[in-house]
């Protein structure tokens, strides 16, 4: 993918209030503990992930995407009406149909003649809705256009603590497969993209790759809970089943090295479809794992860990907001001049890997 006239106009995020420490969710498992004599600490100590947020209980993820989505709206400063394509990416959505993406459309009132849809692809849909629309954008279809999602974490995390609990006959190895499960974390994030003729900041998208590593589909995966009951408290009537009561199972090891290989394989194309050498590289935003991958990711792919920005320990892993969130909170904070060469790196299972080249110049607001 190589693009002319995409530019990311602007990145906004939404953090919920609630903090929960990993602390807190191991003295909630304090059942488990015990009976499997599992020594106090260990969530923080193997993952580097200390605290993650919750949104309120029942909250819809069209909510918090419709203010994210207004905050980039907002600092972009587009006439909503130029806006040709909204699109929702997160894991967490209202509904199995309609589309999530059609609330927030209606609460943010842009045109009708706007393209509304929802992508799920893992931890990476925000990445691949983005593609999709710099893709319409280059191809002139539309002006502009927003990738926007909100993940959801407090279900995931209490049916696991249920599960956990209540069923005795897991072993350590077994509970191995949920313990990614309970660093997910919540957040909302958007990115605004538009044409290079109503540009203010000069940030263009250059291009990248998508590739598939499908052999490696059955090492993470997430679907409902049989049982209703190990979810007390947690349903939401407005909500589907399918959401309500969530159950991840994830064989985190394999995962993480193929992960890495995958990506290994990956950075070679990306590099040479961009241009760049990895010295050129100034500032990276990576999708948010844990702490092992994080160091295993750089050392394979000989970049400065120096260079990349994280929100790991205190938001732990927000799924498919967790790149733009990132990235979003490092331009807030001054993470990225001008004159930075920025690379988006999404690795997400599945397995699948979107890499995307950004030069930087200015944010607004």
């Given at each position: 993918?190589?693009?002319?006239?995409?530019?990311?106009?602007?990145?906004?995020?939404?953090?919920?209030?609630?903090?929960?420490?990993?602390?807190?969710?191991?003295?909630?498992?304090?059942?488990?503990?015990r009976r499997l004599r599992l020594p106090e600490g260990r969530l923080e100590m193997m993952s580097g992930v200390a605290a993650r947020r919750f949104w309120p209980p029942g909250m819809p993820p069209s909510l918090k995407s419709s203010e994210t989505a207004e905050k980039a709206?907002?600092?972009?400063?587009?006439?909503?009406?130029?806006?040709?394509?909204?699109?929702?990416?997160?894991?967490?959505?209202?509904?199995?149909?309609?589309?999530?993406?059609?609330?927030?459309?209606?609460?943010?009132?842009?045109?009708?003649?706007?393209?509304?849809?929802?992508?799920?692809?893992?931890?990476?849909?925000?990445?691949?809705?983005?593609?999709?629309?710099?893709?319409?954008?280059?191809?002139?279809?539309?002006?502009?256009?927003?990738?926007?999602?909100?993940?959801?974490?407090?279900?995931?995390?209490?049916?696991?603590?249920?599960?956990?609990?209540?069923?005795?006959?897991?072993?350590?190895?077994?509970?191995?497969?949920?313990?990614?499960?309970?660093?997910?974390?919540?957040?909302?994030?958007?990115?605004?993209?538009?044409?290079?003729?109503?540009?203010?900041?000069?940030?263009?998208?250059?291009?990248?790759?998508?590739?598939?590593?499908?052999?490696?589909?059955?090492?993470?995966?997430g679907n409902a809970s049989n049982n209703a009951e190990e979810a007390v408290g947690i349903a939401n009537e407005n909500v589907c089943d399918e959401f309500a009561h969530p159950l991840m199972w994830t064989d985190s090891e394999a995962l993480m090295q193929a992960g890495i290989?995958?990506?290994?394989?990956?950075?070679?194309?990306?590099?040479?479809?961009?241009?760049?050498?990895?010295?050129?590289?100034?500032?990276?935003?990576?999708?948010?794992?844990?702490?092992?991958?994080?160091?295993?990711?750089?050392?394979?792919?000989?970049?400065?860990?120096?260079?990349?920005?994280?929100?790991?320990?205190?938001?732990?892993?927000?799924?498919?907001?967790?790149?733009?969130?990132?990235?979003?909170?490092?331009?807030?904070?001054?993470?990225?001049?001008?004159?930075?060469?920025?690379?988006?790196?999404?690795?997400?299972?599945?397995?699948?890997?979107?890499?995307?080249?950004?030069?930087?110049?200015?944010?607004?607001?």
């Open positions: 993918m190589r693009y002319k006239n995409v530019y990311l106009e602007a990145f906004a995020y939404s953090l919920p209030d609630e903090v929960v420490t990993s602390a807190e969710l191991e003295a909630r498992l304090a059942p488990l503990y709206i907002q600092t972009a400063g587009i006439d909503r009406r130029k806006i040709g394509a909204l699109v929702h990416g997160s894991v967490c959505r209202d509904f199995v149909e309609p589309a999530t993406a059609c609330l927030v459309h209606r609460n943010l009132g842009l045109p009708r003649s706007c393209a509304v849809y929802d992508v799920s692809n893992a931890c990476l849909g925000l990445l691949n809705a983005l593609a999709q629309v710099a893709d319409m954008i280059e191809l002139g279809q539309i002006q502009a256009g927003i990738v926007v999602g909100t993940e959801n974490s407090r279900a995931l995390v209490e049916t696991t603590i249920a599960k956990l609990n209540s069923d005795t006959a897991l072993s350590r190895r077994d509970i191995k497969q949920a313990f990614a499960s309970l660093t997910i974390g919540s957040g909302s994030a958007a990115i605004l993209l538009c044409h290079r003729e109503l540009s203010r900041t000069g940030n263009r998208l250059l291009g990248g790759i998508v590739e598939a590593f499908s052999d490696h589909c059955e090492l993470c995966y290989a995958a990506a290994k394989e990956s950075f070679s194309h990306f590099l040479t479809e961009v241009g760049w050498k990895p010295a050129e590289i100034n500032k990276t935003f990576c999708h948010q794992v844990g702490r092992a991958h994080r160091r295993l990711l750089f050392e394979t792919l000989k970049l400065d860990p120096a260079i990349d920005f994280s929100t790991l320990e205190e938001l732990g892993n927000t799924g498919a907001v967790a790149l733009p969130l990132t990235a979003a909170i490092g331009i807030e904070r001054s993470r990225v001049q001008p004159g930075d060469r920025v690379a988006l790196l999404g690795i997400g299972s599945g397995i699948n890997v979107i890499m995307l080249g950004l030069e930087w110049h200015r944010r607004l607001g």
